[in-house]
């Protein structure tokens, strides 16, 4: 017996293969940018500068919201605990299973 219900394929292919691969896409590029960060050795250039301090990005200029260095501390934090949710118990291998582009 197969699944071939209409419904249950085209949310399979149009939702769950699309999320499968943006959360591999997620999970590798929070873990590049992890190991950038501490290469950098950004942690001790933001306390050095200033937490509190804006990073100038152009930010200012172009509209964006201006992002201190605290809140890069903010954003690495939820990158390594997104990275330690990934690691727990087979997450990544049930990602896998719905990647469709052959993210590594």
Known sequence: MH????????FAN???????????KLDLRSAAAI????ARNLGTVINDGGSANPVLDGSATDGRTICTGGDVFNLVTL??????????????DVVN????????
């Not at 990158?79 to 990544?92: A, I, P, V, Y």
């Not at 299973?97 to 590594?104: C, E, M, Q, S, T």
Request: glycine residues 6%; hydrophobic residues 30%; proline residues 0%.
């Open 3 to 10: 699944l071939d219900n209409a419904q249950l394929t085209e």
């Open 14 to 24: 149009d939702e769950l293969r699309q999320l499968g691969d943006l959360i591999k």
């Open 35 to 38: 190991s950038e960060y501490n």
């Open 79 to 92: 990158l390594q605990n997104l990275q330690t949710f990934f690691s727990e118990s087979g997450r990544r």
């Open 97 to 104: 299973k719905w990647n469709v582009n052959g993210h590594k």
